[in-house]
């Protein structure tokens, strides 16, 4: 039977700024709540528990603000993170689909129990329902992703509880997604990128209504990822065949690639590829097939050309300026 477990959690970090916080363990978690639906998403359990918090030994002044609690009471009422890990991850049970506002909530989860050298109890791959990506793409066509306190406000729910405290906030996520078209929402599940797959055989392929998503594995560097075939074939998700590319991969910003490709029989298709950092430095591939008409064909096209003219106008700017460098230095000789 499916479970969806709906938790939000209050995290502090380091009163004294980011250069002396703990690499590893930029937020320390100081409060978990939750609450359990059934396929009905009814409420049917709740779990709500204060952190003993043992990194940073006060508050950060806007943490203090947001959440409305002390150090004193989280150090009379919590409980050190492993206990209160492990109560949560029974309560969970074995079934259990998360729901999060926004995508930070399992990946921070995650670095503390990896901080107290915890065994990691989630599945690989890792899927979950990001609410707020849910709710922009149902209520706002995927424009805008928005705080959970405005999207209630939208939706006229109630607002008995104070926002930012974790089980209030975990209620309110189970609200907005009661209000969703859930038959047309659950298919867009997101996979939560802290355990990476290691190797060929972990990597990852989502299908959703009309494109696919691949996670790759981890590489040294993104030249690697990007010269990597699997990375780069482009396959049609309905037919399962390897395309031919009208357009080759080209960057088309900082960390993204894009290309054209055909399928005789069901038509053009867009590749992106973004390159994202894993969390011990090296790089993965995330890419997304998504098939498109002659104008989106005809805009990849135009992205790919003004991306030639800016690369151009780039180097000959450089070219310009290595030769007044080079002048420059003759005249000081
Ligand atoms: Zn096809």
Redesign the pocket.
């Given at each position: 039977m499916k479970e969806f477990v709906v938790f939000d959690l209050e995290w502090n970090q380091n009163p004294y700024g980011r250069e002396t916080a703990v690499e590893s363990l930029p937020f320390e978690i100081i409060e978990i709540g939750a609450v359990k639906l059934n396929e009905k998403l009814e409420i049917i359990s709740s779990f709500c528990r204060l952190v003993r918090p043992q990194v940073y030994p006060e508050l950060h002044f806007k943490i203090a603000e947001v959440t409305h609690m002390t150090m004193e009471e989280l150090r009379k009422k919590g409980k050190p993170f492993p206990e209160v890990m492990k109560e949560f991850e029974e309560w969970c049970g074995k079934c259990a689909v998360y729901c999060t506002w926004g995508p930070m909530d399992l990946t921070e989860l995650q670095r503390n129990v990896a901080y107290f050298g915890l065994e990691n109890p989630f599945p690989k791959p890792l899927l979950y329902y990001d609410v707020q990506k849910l709710y922009s793409l149902f209520r706002e066509e995927g424009k805008e992703k928005k705080a959970l306190d405005t999207a209630v406000k939208e939706l006229g729910l109630k607002e008995d509880r104070p926002f930012h405290q974790a089980f209030d906030d975990a209620c309110y996520t189970a609200m907005v997604m009661e209000r969703l078209d859930w038959e047309k929402a659950e298919p867009y599940i997101s996979m939560d990128y802290y355990q990476l797959p290691e190797n060929r055989k972990e990597e990852v392929l989502l299908r959703f209504p009309g494109y696919t998503k691949y996670v790759s594995r981890a590489f040294e560097t993104r030249e690697d990822a990007i010269a990597d075939k699997k990375v780069t074939d482009m396959v049609?998700?309905?037919?399962?065949?390897t395309?031919r590319k009208k357009i080759r991969w080209f960057p088309a910003s900082q960390r993204a690639y894009l290309c054209l490709a055909f399928?005789?029989?069901?038509g053009f298709y867009k590749g992106k590829i973004r390159i994202k950092k894993a969390e011990d430095g090296r790089v993965f591939a995330v890419k997304t097939i998504k098939p498109v008409d002659e104008a989106g064909a005809a805009e990849i096209s135009r992205r790919k050309e003004e991306n030639r003219i800016k690369r151009n106008e780039r180097n000959r700017q450089k070219r310009q300026e290595k030769r007044r460098h080079q002048k420059e230095a003759k005249q000081s000789e």
């Open positions: 049609c998700s309905q037919c399962k065949r395309m399928c005789k029989e069901h």
